[in-house]
């Protein structure tokens, strides 16, 4: 069993910052990627970022690229992502989640089988 917990959502204003934290307890393994993903209102649950626990490479959807930055404490067994440059269509309820490194592509929901509940960031305009 793998437990997720996010922190570090609220509201902010366009063109700011946010950190977004994700403690993982539990089984931890190297052999774990960890995921962001974000889900807004009327639309389906999208990627974001991952990370591999093991050697921190990283992939990004192409709307965060250069925006958002993920990182992983492994002493703190805490997965992070950093939030620049905001925008109103960054709103979304923001959920970590944790895959096997080899089940299958970061990038899509069904390889990752524990999932946090779940974080809100609000962008206003």
């Known amino acids: 069993q793998v437990q997720l917990v996010e922190s570090g959502g609220g509201l902010m204003q366009a063109g700011g910052s946010v950190r977004l934290s994700c403690a993982v307890s539990?089984?931890?393994?190297?052999?774990?990627?960890m995921g962001w993903f974000r889900q807004a209102p009327g639309k389906e649950r999208e990627f974001v970022a991952s990370?591999?626990?093991?050697?921190?490479?990283?992939d990004y959807a192409g709307s965060v690229k250069g925006r958002f930055t993920i990182s992983r404490d492994n002493a703190k067994n805490t997965v992070y992502l950093q939030m620049n440059s905001l925008k109103p269509e960054d709103t979304a309820v923001y959920s970590c989640?944790?895959?096997?490194?080899?089940?299958?592509?970061?990038?899509?929901?069904?390889?990752?089988?524990?999932w946090g509940q779940g974080t809100q960031v609000t962008v206003s305009s």
């Open positions: 989640a944790v895959k096997l490194v080899y089940a299958g592509s970061s990038y899509a929901e069904s390889p990752y089988y524990y």
């Open positions: 539990g089984r931890t393994s190297s052999r774990y990627t």
């Open positions: 990370i591999a626990w093991s050697d921190g490479s990283t």
